[in-house]
């Protein structure tokens, strides 16, 4: 069966629902158990008993961490409150005091936040990977005390790709967990366990939920990885409602036909964009002039909406008056919803190794509207540019 097909199927069964299409909402935090032997028996392993209590789960959780694992071609799936309670509990999971972890120099910003600030105090000492690391640079950088090397592919902000199956490879002769934050290409843009990530991570605040009204995330491992994790989780309160669950769940239904479409008309606005004198690059592995998109090719098999152009040098007053005309744009942090966002990005001070890429920088979803409509919206704001630059002389 095809992905898109099996995303329709997964973690629903009507007969069991009255015949119903989708899976009851289950709100909940006390369940009951039948007997004392049952509630005895269930005590003694939470994380095996088919029903606990609500932070360790409902059936609606369940069927979202079912269907995203399958997607992935992970053994199991935890479901947590957003993208990053996801990150926190996976490392704060794996690394242990005196541990050290490998991080690839682009990660989201909150996840750098987490390792400098709370691995640190846990005595975990956090060496950065260059944000296009291949298995040299891993091997490299091994010692004794290495427990995981972090990724994400392509990296946030200025998308870099990394080497993902050959860093796996290295990893698993080493003995090393690979960690991979796979948030912009989805399990339909790569199925990140399946090629031999250990621990895949899912902000499916963006496109898993894909209407920018709910946060949560999904951690999808292997069963020997998911007691720790999953224990970790519970023990810091982490899951995430009922509904968010729920919304997660809808979503994926239809991620199949959103993703193209957000694909197809970022390329078509990178195309646009590439040609204006005031573009210096498109950053998308998706481009075929960007350095990444070897390895997007080899080993992706879609892309998303999400890219960035870098700009020629630009004061502030000329960017707000682009930016803040924009119709169809909107200002604002996350993506992956139905709607199209701009974002400058700022890097300075986002990168261990070297300067980061240089900018300014402005990060681009491609929403759902019509096409017509975003292009014209650039072009209308691209002549206001330069209107105002003619101006000031
Ligand atoms: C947004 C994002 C996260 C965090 O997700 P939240 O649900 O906002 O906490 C993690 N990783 C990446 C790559 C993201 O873009």
Redesign the pocket.
């Given at each position: 069966m095809k992905d898109a097909t099996r995303i329709i199927e997964l973690g629903r069964d009507p007969e069991q629902q009255h015949g119903l299409v989708n899976p009851p909402l289950y709100r909940g935090s006390t369940v009951l158990f039948p007997s004392l032997a049952a509630l005895r028996e269930a005590s003694a392993a939470p994380l095996r008993a088919d029903r606990y209590y609500g932070r360790y789960g409902t059936p609606t959780t369940a069927a979202l961490e079912q269907t995203v694992a399958a997607l992935e071609g992970a053994e199991a799936g935890i479901a947590v409150c957003?993208?990053?309670?996801?990150?926190a509990i996976v490392l704060s999971a794996l690394a242990e005091p005196g541990d050290e972890v490998l991080v690839v120099d682009c990660?989201?910003g909150?996840?750098r936040a987490f390792c400098e600030r709370e691995l640190s105090h846990r005595q975990v000492q956090v060496r950065y990977l260059s944000a296009a690391a291949g298995a040299d640079e891993v091997r490299a950088a091994l010692t004794p005390r290495t427990r995981l090397v972090f990724l994400?592919s392509p990296g946030?902000l200025s998308f870099e790709m990394q080497d993902v199956p050959a860093i796996v490879a290295l990893a698993r002769q080493a003995g090393i967990v690979t960690v991979m934050?796979n948030?912009?290409a989805t399990p339909l843009g790569f199925r990140a366990a399946a090629a031999g990530v250990d621990v895949v991570?899912h902000?499916?605040?963006?496109y898993l939920v894909g209407h920018a009204d709910a946060?949560?995330?999904v951690i999808c491992t292997r069963a020997s990885l998911y007691p720790s994790i999953k224990r970790t989780a519970v023990r810091f309160g982490q899951c995430p409602g009922a509904e968010e669950a729920q919304l997660g769940l809808r979503g994926l239904r239809t991620l199949a036909v959103r993703l193209e479409r957000h694909a197809r008309t970022a390329q078509t606005l990178m195309h646009w964009l590439a040609a204006q004198p005031e573009v210096v690059a498109i950053r998308s592995p998706a481009w075929p002039a960007d350095p990444g998109h070897g390895r997007w090719q080899r080993d992706f098999t879609a892309a998303s909406g999400l890219f960035a152009v870098q700009l020629g040098p630009l004061p502030e007053v000329a960017l707000a008056v682009l930016v803040d005309g924009l119709a169809h744009f909107g200002l604002g942090?996350?993506?992956?919803g139905y709607e199209s966002l701009v974002l400058p990005v700022e890097l300075a001070g986002q990168r261990a190794l070297g300067e980061p890429p240089p900018g300014p920088l402005l990060r681009f979803h491609a929403g759902l509207e019509a096409e017509e409509d975003l292009l014209a919206d650039l072009a209308a704001g691209f002549a206001r540019l330069r209107r105002a630059r003619a101006a000031r002389g």
């Open positions: 957003s993208g990053l309670a996801a990150i990660v989201y909150p996840t994400e946030s934050d948030t912009w991570i902000a499916a605040t963006k946060m949560l995330g942090f996350s993506w992956g």
